[in-house]
């Protein structure tokens, strides 16, 4: 078994350096100060650990990589060596549709990922991923804060008896990412993305034209590099991390999705941390949500500016085609999964409700 990255640090190539990235977090920089510091004492004789996998590599520019350093900060903070996080990253558990399983069964306690890859368990969190449903991560903060994230919670635990810890968010948008220049929707017709295997991610992209390829995460490098696809969608932050401009170079900015960065606990895990702590480490969670927001924005940024020096050509998807991508996808899409699965109906209202 490959050792945890318990010790996590940047990659050295990352422009965003260590440093700055704890200045950047308020938890990071109290950890020092107060580690081994627990308001709990000694109430429990026998540390938890718990695993956390991820499809990331260990590097800042991976919103997963600073989630979890931003939770073991906090979680040190309030209670001390009493709970361990160990990070695997880079599908060292193994591939994420095989890590949902071991997460169910226990054998792996907790999971970071987009919400799309639970909804091959919990279909319902499917909707999260259908095209330009949200408008902005901010506009995703508003909807799981006003009901939608308990709502499909209240469905995963009922369907696998794992749940949500915190619904986050990565490094931008996804959008279109291409060996070829892509433009406009002529242009994406019949090309072969790497899409997740799930049906939200594929209608999507057959209403825009393309061929949706499903294929895992840990594939994509190679499939980009072979010509088994001819792009794939996915944020600015990951594409960076995992160096994945060197099989792509062309970048059209669909914005298509604001997927939610979610951690997922296993029950077996979360029957492990005591009940007198339980209250701690989620709040450790949810505020390592916070904070990563509050970088977020500026990162995604710096992302982008750092993938245009690397060669990738950005260009914005035209409004015209934008709106009529989405007017498809509300009748074609939406409407349709909300008759598949009644119980989403509200949500949807829910969430166009709180659009700004």
């Known amino acids: 078994m490959t050792s945890p990255s318990t010790s996590l640090s940047a990659s050295p190539s990352t422009p965003f350096s260590r440093r700055r990235f704890v200045q950047a977090s308020s938890a990071l920089s109290l950890a020092a100060a107060t580690a081994g510091f627990s308001p709990y004492g000694f109430a429990q004789e026998k540390a938890v650990a718990l695993r956390l996998s991820s499809s990331h590599v260990a590097d800042l520019n991976s919103s997963h990589f600073a989630w979890a350093q931003l939770m ?26 095989d890590v949902v399983q071991q997460v169910k069964v226990g054998s792996i306690d907790m999971m970071l990922t987009g919400s799309s890859i639970w909804a091959t368990v919990t279909p319902q969190l499917g909707m999260l991923d259908l095209g330009y449903l ?15 994230g308990p709502r499909l919670n209240d469905m995963l635990v009922k369907s696998t008896g794992c749940q949500i810890i915190t619904w986050g968010a990565h490094y931008g948008a996804r959008n279109v990412y291409t060996k070829q220049p892509v433009k406009g929707l002529a242009d994406v017709k019949n090309v072969k993305l790497r899409v997740l295997p799930t049906p939200a991610f594929i ?48 970048c059209w900015m669909t914005e298509h999705l604001f997927s939610p960065m979610v951690c997922v606990a296993g029950k077996r895990a979360m029957d492990r941390v005591p009940a007198a702590l339980r209250p701690a480490f989620l709040k450790a969670a949810a ?36 709106d009529q991508v989405r007017k498809e996808m509300e009748t074609k899409l939406w409407a349709g999964f909300a008759r598949q699965y009644p119980e989403t109906g509200p949500l949807f209202a829910a969430i166009n409700a709180a659009r700004a």
């Not at 977020?296 to 409004?319: C, D, H, N, W, Y």
Request: aromatic share 8%.
């Open 72 to 97: 073991q900060a906090n979680l040190k903070k309030a209670v001390g060596e009493q709970i361990r996080i160990d990070y695997f990253p880079n599908n060292q558990l193994g591939k994420e549709s």
């Open 134 to 148: 949200f408008d902005s991560y901010e506009h995703v903060s508003r909807a799981v804060e006003a009901g939608v």
């Open 203 to 250: 209608e999507t992209f057959k209403i825009m034209g393309a061929i949706p390829t499903p294929i895992s995460f840990g594939e994509l490098y190679m499939a980009a590099q072979t010509g088994v696809v001819d792009g794939f969608e996915h944020d600015a932050g990951t594409v960076l991390a995992n160096k994945l401009n060197e099989v792509v170079k062309h």
């Open 287 to 322: 505020d390592a949500t916070l904070q990563q927001r509050q970088i977020g924005s500026e990162r995604t940024q710096q992302v982008v500016e750092e993938l245009k020096k690397l060669g990738i050509s950005f260009t914005p998807m035209a409004r015209n085609e934008r």
